[in-house]
């Protein structure tokens, strides 16, 4: 059985002789590992932009732009 190292030894070498050397530079480059922490990067912007539209729409409710459905009831507190 062939190792998953030898397939992608093989098709990097069959990329490199259909695109060319330079165009296979180009192309390896578009795979850079990156930098940074995406999942806690993302939270950070879900935080940011979850706050954002609620307070948006807490400015359209203010503004009387936002009504309630029509099928709405308020309940009571407490």
Do not use: C, W
């Not at 030898?6 to 990156?34: M, T, W």
């Not at 807490?58 to 507190?77: E, F, H, Y």
Request: overall charge negative.
């Amino acid at each position: 059985m062939t190792t998953l190292n030898e397939i992608n030894l093989k098709a990097r070498q069959v990329l490199r002789s259909a695109l060319g050397a330079a165009d296979y530079a180009r192309y390896q480059q578009q795979f850079s590992a990156g930098s940074g922490d995406y999942t806690a990067e993302r939270h950070t912007n879900e935080e940011r932009d979850t706050d954002a539209i609620a307070a948006h729409v807490k400015d359209l409710k203010t503004a009387g732009l936002l009504p309630p459905p029509p099928s709405a009831q308020v309940l009571p507190i407490g």
